[in-house]
């Protein structure tokens, strides 16, 4: 988080909480898949907590693949397991995924990824073509106050100082849902939701009882170390859902009507033409 591979650049256009993922500033290691799925719980934990004025937890991630690598930039096992995250434990929650500036040799790669992804994720992926970030398309979906100045707004975001805020709302987030959804501050135990509703509303909001867990159910919070080495801030740890937990266990945002926004292409991962027309030039 504070290389600036993801920031948090505030809303779209139908109030959902925006994060901007640059993919050129990451490089991850296969060693590096099981700590950054606990990193990638945390921010979005952040990003779909209950608000007031916008109670449906959704979010926008809008990923820039300029000057990305095939190989240095990009894991695509990783791609994979987030995907089926995304879709086991937090469906519905990722409700747009914008992709902006990807290579043909790159479109080529992703392909039998999207192809292999379920549906509650491939259908929420559009890739923008060079076409259409000069028709403003990007702007038709955030204020230019909050797109980025590299992407035709003027956001100037690409500073140290706001990565290294960016994690540390991040883990303040993190270390105080653990003390307080978990009981940790002396209150009782409550599910993520209620705990969201008593920090919002006050205390004096109205609490669904939560049952005591038992050995067949409970709701698994793992504490997360983050790594000195990664310099995650990870702090005296964090809380992850892990996967090998029913879906169940895990406490979902209230259904809403999802928001639609403007109509754009959708690139047709069955038809060779019609996915690789969405690319722009060659790596």
């Known amino acids: 988080m504070r290389g600036g591979v993801i920031q948090l650049i505030g809303e779209d256009k139908d109030g959902r909480l925006t994060f901007y993922i640059n993919t050129r500033r990451d490089f991850p290691t296969a060693k590096m898949r099981e700590e950054r799925t606990k990193i990638f719980d945390m921010w979005l934990s952040l990003g779909t907590r209950l608000r007031k004025g916008n109670r449906n937890c959704r979010i926008t991630m809008l990923i820039n693949q300029k000057d990305a690598g095939v190989w240095k930039n990009t894991d695509m096992p990783f791609q994979s397991t987030i995907a089926l995250r995304i879709a086991k434990y937090y469906p519905g929650v990722v409700d747009k995924m914008y992709i902006v500036n990807m290579g043909s040799v790159l479109a080529k790669c992703a392909k039998p990824i999207f192809t292999r992804m379920p549906a509650g994720v491939s259908e929420?992926?559009?890739?923008?073509?060079?076409?259409?970030?000069?028709?403003?398309?990007?702007?038709?979906?955030?204020?230019?106050?909050?797109?980025?100045v590299e992407l035709g707004g003027k956001y100037d975001c690409d500073k140290q100082e706001?990565?290294?805020?960016?994690?540390?709302?991040?883990?303040?987030?993190?270390?105080?849902?653990?003390?307080?959804?978990?009981?940790?501050?002396?209150?009782?135990?409550?599910?993520?939701?209620?705990?969201?509703?008593?920090?919002?509303?006050?205390?004096?909001?109205?609490?669904?009882?939560?049952?005591?867990?038992?050995?067949?159910?409970?709701?698994?919070?793992?504490?997360?170390?983050?790594?000195?080495?990664?310099?995650?801030?990870?702090?005296?740890?964090?809380?992850?859902?892990?996967?090998?937990?029913?879906?169940?266990?895990?406490?979902?945002?209230?259904?809403?009507?999802?928001?639609?926004?403007?109509?754009?292409?959708?690139?047709?991962?069955?038809?060779?033409?019609?996915?690789?027309?969405?690319?722009?030039?060659?790596?």
């Open 124 to 148: 929420r992926i559009q890739i923008l073509t060079d076409n259409d970030l000069k028709k403003g398309r990007l702007l038709d979906l955030f204020d230019e106050s909050v797109l980025p």
């Open 162 to 283: 706001m990565f290294d805020k960016f994690a540390l709302d991040v883990e303040e987030h993190w270390n105080t849902l653990k003390t307080g959804a978990l009981g940790g501050g002396g209150g009782s135990l409550m599910s993520l939701k209620d705990w969201e509703v008593n920090q919002v509303f006050g205390p004096q909001a109205p609490m669904t009882p939560f049952p005591e867990p038992t050995s067949d159910t409970r709701i698994n919070l793992e504490c997360v170390q983050s790594s000195d080495e990664t310099d995650n801030r990870g702090g005296d740890g964090g809380l992850s859902r892990t996967p090998e937990h029913n879906t169940e266990d895990f406490i979902t945002c209230e259904e809403e009507d999802v928001i639609t926004s403007p109509t754009l292409p959708t690139c047709n991962s069955d038809d060779d033409d019609s996915f690789d027309s969405c690319a722009q030039g060659e790596e």
